[in-house]
């Protein structure tokens, strides 16, 4: 079970430091979903924040176990909030399928570390 723990942090962890970025970066496309889903601007920002962090928390978990959990449960949240977004504006599955996917797998990486 740590080998596959690990191989979802790797892939989890560079997924979120790819969606962080370009947040951070102030994409286009980023700058336009955060519009249409009536956030702030500032929130763009801060939301790439929180997803690099937890994309470092879940690669330092490799080697601190219990910080892949905790980043797990942190991106969780996060992702949480990304389908209640998609739920509030009445959005197709299809726009929430990658959010969905995305909590499953990183609760599936805390379950491993907390329980396996």
């Known amino acids: 079970m740590q080998i596959l723990a690990i191989i979802l942090q790797v892939l989890l962890g560079l ?3 790819g969606a962080g ?3 951070l970066a102030g994409s286009e496309e980023m700058v336009n979903d955060f519009k249409r889903f009536g956030y702030p601007r500032w929130f763009l920002y801060v939301t790439g924040a929180v997803e690099i962090t937890g994309a470092i928390g879940m690669l330092a978990g490799i080697f601190l176990p219990v910080m892949g959990a905790l980043a797990g449960l942190w991106l969780a949240a996060v ?4 389908l209640f977004t ?5 959005d197709s599955a ?3 399928v990658p959010a969905l996917v995305l909590v499953v797998l990183v609760l599936a990486v805390s379950a491993i570390h907390f329980f396996g």
């Open 86 to 90: 998609h739920l509030r504006l009445k």
């Open 79 to 82: 992702m949480l909030g990304a």
């Open 15 to 17: 997924v979120f430091l």
């Open 94 to 96: 299809s726009k929430m």
């Open 21 to 23: 970025g370009q947040k």
